[in-house]
C-alpha cells in the first residue's frame, strides 16, 4: 500500500532538496559513509539530515519505503538501530532505548515512538526520542533517531540534592520571570538527563512549577545535578496553546508549518481547551464517574498537565486542532458550513483517533 499524500510530499521535497547533504549548504556533512552504505546495505538511495548543532543524524528515509529486515516493526527498528549504530551513536544496549507507542494507521502505517534512557539506569534522556515509521507493506519509510554520542560522559549519580535544585530553580524563577504576587507553586521535581541539541549532555534536576506573572505561567527550571547551575529554562505553556512547529518547519524552513491553539481559564478553576478562533472549538472527553462514563469538559487544575490520564498523549490537543481546521476547509468549500459558529469534538481515551 502506498504511504499517504502529506508523507510522500514531505519526502519528495526533501530528495529534491537534499538529494545528498552536501547539496543542502547550511548542513553539515553527515557521516561520509552512511549514504553509500545504506544504499548498498538496500539498493536505494537514501536521505541523511545532519543537525546542524549537534551534528549528530536526525532523519533517514529512502527515496522509496524498502525493507530493512525481518520481524515485528520494533525488531526491525533495533535491527536497524544497531546495523549503524556506530554512525548513529548509539551504544547497542537494548535498555538505551525503551517502546512506548505503537500506532496503526488505517492504511495500515505503523508509528513507533520510543524514549532514550541513560544506558544501565532508569534514568530518562528528557524530550529525546526516537521514531521509525513503516507502510503497510513493512517497509521502513523513514527513521528519526535521536542519539547522543555524549551520553556515555554523564554521571549517574547526582552530586546537588533535590531540596537545593528547587531551592535554586524558585530564586531563578522569582529573579526572571517578574512580579509575583505569590511564590512559585512547586508541581514536580524529576532527575534525568538534559541533552539538548549543541549543549553537552548533563545530569539534571527537572523543577517544574506554576506561577502567574506576565512572562512565567508554566515554567520548567533544569538545574545541574553535579554543579547546581541552571542549564536551561522552559515555558510549558506555550504547548497549552500549542505553538509547535512540525517536520515542514525545521527540515524545509517552511514558516507555514505552526499551529495554534489558545487556552482560557473557566470558571469553576480549571483550564478548559477552547480555542478563540471562529468557528469556536471546544473539546470534550468520555470519563468515568459513578461507575458510568459522561460526556464532559476536557480541562485540568493544573497548567502542562492535558491528557497525563489517558494513554495516547495529545489526544485533547489533537483533536481541537484538526477540528477547528476541518471545519475551516468546510467553510471555504461552502459545504453546508453555513452558519456553524461551534462545534464540540469528543476524545476517547481508548483511542489515539479523535
Not at 485533547?316 to 486542532?321: I, L
Request: with cysteine; aromatic share 8%.
Amino acid at each position: 500500500m502506498k504511504p499517504r499524500l502529506g508523507s510522500r510530499l514531505l519526502l519528495s521535497l526533501l530528495v529534491a532538496a537534499c538529494a545528498t547533504v552536501v547539496a543542502c549548504s547550511s548542513d553539515p556533512e553527515a557521516p561520509a559513509d552512511l549514504p553509500a552504505r545504506l544504499e548498498t546495505d538496500t539498493g536505494t538511495k537514501w536521505v541523511v539530515y545532519t543537525d546542524p548543532r549537534s551534528l549528530e543524524v536526525r532523519f533517514l528515509a529512502p527515496v522509496e519505503p524498502v525493507a530493512i529486515g525481518e520481524g515485528s516493526p520494533e525488531e526491525k527498528a533495533r535491527a536497524f538501530f544497531e546495523r549503524y549504530r556506530s554512525e548513529l551513536h548509539g551504544t547497542g544496549k537494548r535498555d538505551e532505548l525503551r517502546l512506548v507507542d505503537t500506532t496503526v494507521d488505517d492504511d495500515g502505517a505503523t508509528h513507533l515512538r520510543f524514549e532514550h534512557v541513560l544506558p544501565g539506569t532508569e534514568l530518562p534522556v528528557f524530550d529525546v526520542a526516537t521514531t521509525a515509521h513503516f507502510v503497510a507493506n513493512g517497509g521502513a519509510y523513514w527513521m528519526q533517531p535521536g542519539f547522543r554520542a555524549d551520553l556515555a560522559g554523564v554521571s549517574p549519580t547526582a552530586r546537588i540534592s533535590r531540596e537545593a535544585a528547587i531551592r535554586t530553580a524558585i530564586d531563578h524563577l522569582v529573579a526572571t520571570c517578574g512580579p509575583l504576587d505569590e511564590p512559585p507553586e512547586l508541581l514536580s521535581v524529576e532527575v534525568g538527563v538534559h541533552a539538548q541539541e549543541g549543549a553537552p549532555a548533563a545530569l539534571a534536576h527537572r523543577v517544574r512549577a506554576a506561577t502567574e506573572s506576565p512572562r512565567c505561567i508554566a515554567p520548567e527550571v533544569l538545574v545541574d545535578a553535579l554543579s547546581g547551575a541552571v542549564l536551561a529554562t522552559h515555558e510549558r505553556a506555550s504547548s497549552l496553546w500549542d505553538t509547535s512547529a512540525g517536520a515542514r518547519f525545521h527540515l524545509l524552513g517552511d514558516q507555514r508549518d505552526k499551529k495554534t491553539i489558545d487556552v482560557e481559564r473557566s470558571l469553576f478553576g480549571s483550564y478548559s481547551l477552547k480555542s478563540q478562533m471562529s468557528p469556536s472549538v471546544e473539546t470534550l472527553q468520555y470519563v468515568q464517574f459513578a461507575r458510568k462514563f459522561e460526556l464532559r469538559p476536557y480541562s485540568t487544575d493544573k497548567l502542562g498537565a492535558w491528557d497525563t490520564e489517558h494513554k495516547y498523549k495529545g489526544a485533547a490537543v489533537s483533536a481541537h486542532f484538526h477540528g477547528f481546521h476541518a471545519l475551516r476547509f468546510f467553510k471555504e468549500a461552502q459545504l453546508k458550513s453555513e452558519g456553524i459558529t461551534k462545534v464540540t469534538l469528543v476524545v476517547h481515551a481508548n483511542s489515539p483517533r479523535t
